[in-house]
């Protein structure tokens, strides 16, 4: 399972991203404005810093409009994924990147159906908000669930991103029902490291090998 980080500090994403363990980023307009920066800064500087994708949202509601935002978007480098929101102007703009060759993470997806839609556009990836559906009542896991099986029966490429995460259990129930990318807030991503099991055993350990008056080297 691939794991991105949902964020625009440069910060935080240099020091987890030093761990490895960090496929991608995501980010949206809210994170933006939390940064206080220009966007088209803010995305070139996560791209130096991770190889791998980086989505960079749209704000045009219109195709033509999200067409040349997203041309713009990703002429900043070459890991740029133009995030387009789910509605019909965007899966016509999702489906005309598609034949230019730009890859897209379809956004606010809430339904099956939305993502049945996205995969025929032609969206490299959809993001499924399971955050937001628990919020409401539902079970967010559920839409995962069915959005691979949908894919699987037909064979779509569509990479599956759950979005909208807010706990280590997001991401471990997301992996089981075969999401292929989550993307993490960075302190559940921190969470993702550790047990309080593993804490109280590495504690006794170190304890009991401090009476031990050994050393390794
Ligand atoms: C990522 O692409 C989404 O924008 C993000 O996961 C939304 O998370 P939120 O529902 O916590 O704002």
Request: hydrophobic fraction near 50%.
């Amino acid at each position: 399972m691939q794991l991105f980080l949902d964020t625009t500090d440069v910060a935080v994403l240099k020091d987890l991203a030093a761990t490895g363990l960090v496929d991608g980023v995501t980010t949206n307009p809210t994170l933006i404005a939390k940064s206080g920066r220009p966007m088209l800064q803010v995305i070139a500087e996560i791209c130096a810093a991770i190889e791998g994708p980086v989505s960079a949202e749209v704000a045009a509601m219109d195709t033509a409009g999200m067409l040349d935002e997203g041309r713009r978007l990703a002429a900043i480098a070459p890991n740029v994924v133009v995030k387009v929101p789910l509605t019909r102007d965007g899966l016509i703009a999702t489906r005309e990147f598609a034949h230019e060759g730009i890859a897209t993470n379809v956004t606010l997806c809430f339904s099956a159906a939305q993502a049945l839609l996205a995969a025929k556009a032609g969206a490299s990836y959809i993001s499924p908000f399971i955050g937001r559906l628990d919020d409401v009542g539902a079970d967010g896991m559920d839409l995962i669930v069915e959005i691979r099986a949908i894919y699987d029966n037909y064979g779509f490429d569509t990479e599956i991103l759950a979005a909208s995460i807010r706990s280590p259990a997001h991401v471990t129930t997301a992996a089981l029902a075969g999401a292929n990318c989550a993307t993490i807030p960075p302190d559940v991503f921190n969470a993702l490291f550790k047990h309080p099991l593993t804490e109280r055993g590495l504690d006794q350990f170190m304890a009991d090998w401090a009476k031990t008056g050994q050393s390794i080297l």
